[in-house]
């Protein structure tokens, strides 16, 4: 990384540490609980799901695609998990599994938008939907709970590695794995190169379509483990698991593409820990869910009009009526 | 970004052009005549009744989402707009308020969710898919609120219960409201200019603007109809149920898209068009009818909708590379 773009990054990282401690003196003003390190623990714990899934899905988005398979696809791994722990007793194979699923719906979808060509949006979406139907065939409904102790997945959830929660660094783990494939490898770069031209990315060599493939395999996989990680927090599998992934998810990604510029693994990170102090903050203060998701919806409004150039120019057209005027005569006139 | 179709890449006439045409209506005679065979009851008066009533409120509800998808951009928050107008109309009713009045202020509060989307997609060129999933999660989220998470229970109204209820043999009042709508509307797309914008924009965007058009507001006016059309269907849902429900449309969500993109399929050369949205709601409603009387499960249903809005889609995106 050069000078010049270190420049801005230290200011957008300052950026976020404002809006970090901003938030954190609020709702320690509101809630004197909200900074011991009991909730803080809790905080880092409760972004796990949605970050795994965030980092995940930072791949497809910047591969400029969508994934809004995540929440059909999450409740399938979710109950695969659940009946290969029931019926094989094993936690290894179990997870494994579980994460192949995952990578197996990618798989499809990315076969269909990278191979068949077929828009990434609507297919997802009935990806997503046949893998909601299939979490059904193996119980026709019922949750799985079976074997929870003596597989020992609930330790996933409960130990500790040098005082910090197990999912804490399982995520810290996926964020340095992937964190090292998007901006310290030329695949990295690759991944880049087909999300903002794929005519010029083929061109350089780059293979377009198994990049597309890839993105969504890796989102897939992702939303499997972060899907071990909510089984083993709520202890069964239920069928509408993952109902309530796809917009904190996304609201996590655009945050942290409004934060750093472009969507990295570090903005979307980021993006899940501002999320998870607001929702924690709000819990606490005993905000009901609805509101809490009117608030997560709003954030996303505000993230992605951020992130759009187009709002930029808009509203420095408004300002500077004359200024922009000739330029945008055409678009105006009617 | 995500374009609905590809850029065409070679023209060439195809022979089963014929078939991609009267296909959906040809898979909707086979649906109606296998279930008829196999289980008698899907012919009856009573269960003709409430399939096509079924599907109006439907049709009524995809209608405005047809152009909204015609003109390349997409629109994710209609389920939540029914919602909204439903849990408000049922929300004012519990606390006293007259169904006019009640059905009034729900009907312009969802409709007023496409204004929102309008203003965010059209004017501030945010990206569609994202805002209108954000524009939904708050939409939703009111709707939740006003009953505190729950649903509402609402007594019947007495005097509009007709609309939903009154029926003249197999037909209910619906119907005919259903297909004067769709035949507006399909005046509109055929002979009007704005229908002619509608394929245009999605075509070349630049050279509409150019041309002078106002892309912008027809843009803005269709995500406003889509809000006008979802909200109205919330309105129907609340007559018909009698009760505010923060997730009542949700099964809706994956028919409107498969309805919209497999009526694609139809007549238009692989583009949405009302027609064939009309014709995909009926296929839907047959076959989920049918389905039920067999014993299929829900989750049988995600799993062919899926499979048919696959379907759709890859038909679409065929047709359009190899025809132009």
């Known amino acids: ?334 | 970004m995500s374009d609905l179709t590809l850029s065409p890449r070679q023209s060439r006439k195809r022979p089963g052009d014929q078939l991609l045409t009267f296909g959906l209506p040809l898979v909707l005679a086979l649906i109606v005549i296998v279930f008829g065979v196999i289980s008698p009851a899907f012919v009856s008066a009573e269960n003709i009744a409430s399939t096509v009533r079924s599907s109006s409120i439907a049709g009524l509800m995809f209608l405005g989402l047809t152009w909204v998808f015609a003109v390349g951009e997409i629109d994710v928050s209609f389920v939540a707009v029914a919602a909204l107008a439903n849990m408000i109309i049922a929300g004012l009713i519990s606390g006293g308020t007259s169904w006019e009045l009640a059905c009034l202020v729900g009907f312009l509060a969802g409709s007023f969710i496409g204004v929102v989307n309008g203003v965010l997609v059209a004017y501030l060129r945010l990206p569609s898919l994202v805002t209108t999933i954000a524009v939904g999660g708050i939409a939703t989220a009111l709707a939740a609120s006003i009953g505190e998470g729950y649903s509402i229970s609402i007594p019947e109204a007495k005097h509009l219960a007709f609309i939903t209820e009154t029926r003249f043999g197999p037909i209910p009042l619906l119907a005919p409201i259903c297909a004067l709508a769709f035949l507006i509307a399909w005046y509109v797309q055929e002979k009007l200019t704005l229908g002619h914008y509608i394929y245009a924009i999605a075509e070349n965007r630049e050279a509409v603007v150019e041309a002078g058009v106002p892309v912008r507001r027809i843009i803005f006016l269709l995500f406003v109809l889509a809000a006008v059309c979802a909200s109205f269907a919330g309105l129907l849902l609340t007559l018909e149920l009698t009760s505010g429900q923060p997730s009542i449309a949700a099964s809706f969500f994956l028919d409107g898209l498969t309805a919209v993109l497999l009526g694609g399929t139809m007549l238009k050369l692989g583009k949405p068009n009302v027609l064939g949205t009309l014709v995909s709601v009926l296929v839907l409603s047959a076959l989920v009818r049918g389905g039920a009387l067999l014993g299929w499960q829900d989750s049988v249903f995600q799993i062919i909708k899926g499979a048919l809005l696959v379907a759709g889609v890859t038909v679409i995106i065929w047709s359009n590379v190899e025809r132009d």
């Open chain 1, 1 to 334: 990384m050069t000078i010049e773009a270190l420049r801005p990054l230290l200011a957008r990282v300052v950026a976020l540490a404002v809006i970090v401690v901003a938030i954190a003196v609020i709702f320690q003003i509101l809630a004197p609980a909200y900074l011991s390190e009991r909730n803080i623990l809790s905080i880092l714990k409760q972004m796990t799901v949605n970050g795994i899934v965030a980092i995940g899905l930072t791949f497809v988005i910047v591969l400029n695609r969508f994934d809004l398979s995540l929440a059909g696809v999450a409740s399938f791994c979710a109950m695969t998990l659940g009946f290969l722990l029931a019926v094989t007793n094993s936690l290894l194979l179990s997870v494994i599994g579980c994460i192949a699923m995952g990578a197996f719906c990618g798989a499809i979808s990315g076969m269909m938008v990278g191979r068949l060509r077929l828009p990434d949006v609507v297919t997802t979406i009935a990806i997503g939907s046949i893998a909601y139907g299939m979490g059904f065939v193996y119980s026709g409904g019922k949750h799985f709970s079976q074997n929870f102790f003596s597989t020992g997945i609930l330790d996933i959830n409960d130990s500790k590695l040098l005082s910090i929660p197990m999912p804490v660094v399982i995520m810290l783990g996926v964020a340095v794995l992937a964190y090292l494939i998007l901006h310290q490898s030329r695949y990295g770069q690759s991944f880049y190169a087909v999300g903002e031209n794929p005519t010029s990315a083929r061109l350089s060599g780059v293979p377009v379509r198994l990049y597309l493939g890839l993105g969504f395999v890796i989102c897939g996989a992702l939303v499997g483990a972060s899907m071990m990680l909510n089984v083993a927090a709520v202890g069964a599998a239920y069928v509408n698991t993952g109902n309530r992934i796809l917009l904190p998810s996304y609201t996590a990604v655009y945050l942290g593409a409004a934060l750093f510029g472009t969507p990295t693994i570090l903005g979307s990170l980021a993006g899940a820990f501002l999320m998870a102090m607001l929702l924690n903050g709000f819990n606490i203060l005993s905000v009901p869910f609805y509101y809490s998701d009117a608030i997560v919806s709003f954030i996303l409004i505000l993230a992605i009009a951020i992130f759009s150039p187009q709002t930029l120019t808009w509203l420095s057209r408004s300002l500077r009526l004359t200024g922009g005027r000739s330029r945008s005569t055409a678009e105006t006139r009617g």
